[in-house]
């Protein structure tokens, strides 16, 4: 369900309190800035007047000398704002990020492995982003508007009450009423443009991806129109919400007329009846004239807050999202001693998985799994990380339930091996000391070592030191499998998941692995997941996984 934008900016607003002080500062400077503008033009009517013989409260060298210093502190003011106000906003953004990403930690793994990967991008680089606008040029000029315009009716309705009336309309009619009806017209817009920005990305991401494969099987014309489409599509909705700010700016603009015409009008009208005087004619119109800037700056924030109300909302989504498995804290702390598995159901959304699976993998042993693709193996290692809860049934880790056990001391039970490893822009023996942060460097050869990995390593021009490059292009597919395994035996957990471990693997390097593994089943839990008899060969016990069952 979609927020109002008053949700959404009240939820924002929220996360200002650590700089509440900042903020106020800002309001405030603002609020001063934008009077001090405004009575320059209002003084040097002042002066105008007083020249050409009329009654005003100040001679001609007081007006001087207030203009001079009206002048220089309307830039040491607006100065001071957009300090303030970029200091709160390029402060919050990163406490943002922060969140956000502590969100996204909280929501994973099954939050990652869902398509969107695109969209998640373009929330946490364009969306926090956007989120600029809003706390630097959204908040403190709301509240400067409301304070400025406030100060403005009273000034204006001394000279007469009308006149009060008449720039409260005004105010109200540029700064609340245009606005609204802006925001209705652009809102819907504004979320599609910010949802069509993800979903591209999400497209683009998968084309640089596989690159390689829509150029073998040459899609690259198709995949070009597509994305010229998607291009045009965005381009459509842009060019409504153009359309649209145009319009408020016109309005805006229009009204600005229509009110200060008003106001002169009720003048004459009032200096017709003896009302004023000329001075209660020229100063409330000059006024009313020169103070609109804090309330157009609303109607034209108003367009640029489609995409950030837009940017919020999803924003908003990710922090406020429930995780699938929430980490437990409070639990029991263990030491891996078997596993079971009782009537064990699982599905995604509709699609079962496993139903009803018992199974038993005692201390000391390799247990294989095998079965087609598809089956449900990888499944079964996931829920026995707890990446994701059962949904019948239970998994008990020495006959406590795994959601008892805290988070921590479940995953310093275990290592896991997937069929992807995913590496990172940084050296080998970096990607690999994520295992085990404080490893010695006699550690993490040695765990290289039985990955048959050592070898290779050395022999590059700076051997651990070397850097991998964006996503490991740089390495084949059995490299990184074997860095991925070096990871596990680095972790030294006493309990081993391995998902296809030796797939990309050739016979003389699976070997290796497996009399790897099958000396460190002396001291160590090893699941294995594998299609290949060859490596199954080495399991103490085998359990068949098909059509949703275990045999």
């Known amino acids: 369900m979609r927020r109002s934008g008053f949700c959404i900016m009240k939820e924002l607003i929220k996360l200002v309190s650590p700089l509440i002080g900042v903020m106020i500062g800002a309001i405030t400077t603002g609020v001063l800035g934008f009077l001090d503008s405004i009575f320059i033009v209002i003084v040097a009517a002042y002066g105008l007047l007083g020249e050409v013989g009329y009654k005003v409260p100040l001679n001609q060298k007081e007006i001087i000398i207030l203009l001079l210093i009206l002048g220089v502190m309307r830039g040491v003011l607006r100065y001071a704002e957009q300090y303030s106000n970029h200091y709160v906003a390029f402060k919050l953004l990163a406490l943002i990020r922060d969140k956000v990403f502590s969100a ?6 099954a939050k990652l492995e869902g398509k969107d990967k695109g969209i998640l991008i373009s929330i946490i680089t364009s969306d926090i982003e956007l989120l600029e606008v809003f706390y630097a040029h959204t908040i403190s000029p709301v509240a400067i508007a409301f304070i400025v315009s406030l100060v403005m009716v009273i000034y204006v309705g001394k000279f007469h009450w009308i006149y009060g009336l008449i720039a409260l309309l005004g105010y109200a009619t540029i700064g609340i009423l245009v606005p609204l009806v802006n925001s209705s017209l652009g809102r819907e817009d504004g979320l599609d443009y910010r949802n069509e920005v993800g979903e591209m990305n999400t497209y683009l991401l998968d084309s640089l991806r596989g690159l390689r494969e829509i150029m ?13 489409e998607q291009t045009q599509g965005l381009s459509r909705i842009q060019r409504k919400l153009i359309r649209l700010q145009s319009f408020t700016s016109i309005l805006s603009e229009m009204c600005i007329y229509v009110f200060s015409g008003i106001m002169l009008a009720t003048g004459f009208y009032l200096y017709s009846r003896g009302k004023v005087d000329v001075v209660g004619v020229v100063i409330p119109t000059v006024t009313m004239l020169s103070s609109f800037g804090p309330v157009v700056a609303l109607a034209s924030l108003s367009n640029n807050l489609f995409h950030t109300f837009a940017a919020g909302d999803r924003i908003l989504d990710i922090l406020e999202e429930t995780p699938v498995v929430s980490e437990v804290y409070d639990g029991k702390d263990i030491k891996f001693e078997k596993i079971m598995i009782y009537d064990v159901s699982f599905s995604y959304d509709e699609e079962v998985i496993l139903d009803k699976v018992n199974m038993e993998f005692p201390r000391d042993k390799i247990i294989g799994i095998y079965g087609k693709s598809g089956s449900g193996k990888s499944t079964l290692l996931k829920l026995i990380m707890r990446f994701w809860d059962v949904n019948q049934g239970k998994i008990e880790m020495n006959s406590e339930d795994i959601k008892n056990i805290n988070t921590s001391s479940l995953r310093d039970n275990q290592a896991y091996v997937t069929q992807e490893t995913q590496l990172f822009n940084d050296t080998i023996k970096n990607n690999i000391k994520i295992a085990k942060l404080d490893a010695k460097d006699e550690e993490i050869i040695e765990a290289c070592k039985k990955a048959s990995i050592h070898e290779f390593i050395k022999s590059l021009p700076k051997g651990y030191d070397t850097n991998i490059g964006e996503l490991g292009d740089s390495l084949s597919g059995g490299e990184r499998q074997r860095i991925g395994i070096a990871r596990a035996f680095l972790h030294d957990a006493p309990l081993l998941l391995l998902d296809e471990p030796t797939s990309n693997l050739d016979s003389l390097n699976e070997g290796i692995i497996l ?7 002396e001291e160590k839990t090893v699941i294995l997941v594998s299609h290949r008899t060859s490596t199954l060969g080495i399991a103490d016990q085998k359990y068949h996984v098909e059509s949703k069952r275990v045999s």
């Open 104 to 109: 996204l930690r909280r929501l994973s793994p």
């Open 216 to 228: 073998q099987y040459d899609q690259g014309d198709k995949r070009q129109r597509e994305i010229y």
């Open 515 to 521: 009399k790897s593994l099958k000396e460190q089943s």
